[in-house]
């Protein structure tokens, strides 16, 4: 039986499980999914930090105000989630909406106003930003890849 090609995924930790640091005692998670996580949740307290993006997310923004975090964990997992089999996880599904009605603020009403090409052009910064918190840096060709997958979706996201 031929070996598969290693995929993303595997670059970025693959399937090998760890502790899971915020996790239940002792509980495990894939390093992939762990780093890809960290990454996003990082990312996530960048964008909330910059004007230049933050004023979409103000229904999650006021939620987390107000010590409200369901709204955060369920974007924390399902952005994780997307990229995870976006990059070849297979242990994971993506259940959220697709990348067009989860940007359109007619289908998704926690979208505040379309995005635009400098949005999407602060969202891929934010990105680079929260990657460095993470020791993930602009010389690992992973995160290349990634970048190149981000900017596969400008279409779907950008609809002005
Ligand atoms: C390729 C880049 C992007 C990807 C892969 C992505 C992915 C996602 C995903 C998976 C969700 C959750 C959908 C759901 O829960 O059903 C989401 C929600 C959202 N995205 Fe994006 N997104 C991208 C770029 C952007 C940009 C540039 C903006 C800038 C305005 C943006 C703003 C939002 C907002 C406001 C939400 C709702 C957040 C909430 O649940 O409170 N996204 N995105």
Redesign the pocket.
């Known amino acids: 039986m031929a070996i598969p090609a290693p995929t993303l995924y595997d670059s970025l930790g693959g399937t090998t499980l760890v502790v899971d640091p915020k996790g239940s005692s002792g509980s495990t998670i894939e390093k992939g999914r762990l780093l890809i996580r960290s990454i996003i949740d990082s990312t996530i307290f960048v ?1 909330a930090a910059d004007t230049a ?1 933050n ?6 923004l006021s ?1 987390v105000k107000m010590n409200n975090l369901t ?2 964990m ?2 924390s997992k ?2 994780t ?3 995870a089999v ?1 990059t070849g996880a297979k242990d994971y599904t ?6 067009t ?3 359109d603020p007619a289908q ?1 009403s ?6 635009d090409n400098s ?2 052009n ?3 910064n934010d ?1 680079v930003a929260g990657a460095a918190t993470n020791g993930v840096t602009t010389s690992n060709p992973a995160l290349v890849s990634v970048a190149k ?6 279409k ?3 609809q002005q």
């Not at 926690?110 to 995005?115: C, P, V």
């Open positions: 964008i993006l004023g979409h997310f103000t229904v999650l939620e709204g955060f369920a974007l399902n952005l989630d997307f990229v976006a993506y259940g959220g909406k697709s990348m009605a989860a940007h998704n926690r979208m505040n106003g379309k995005a949005d999407f602060a969202f891929e990105l997958l981000v900017e596969s979706l400008r779907q996201v950008v």
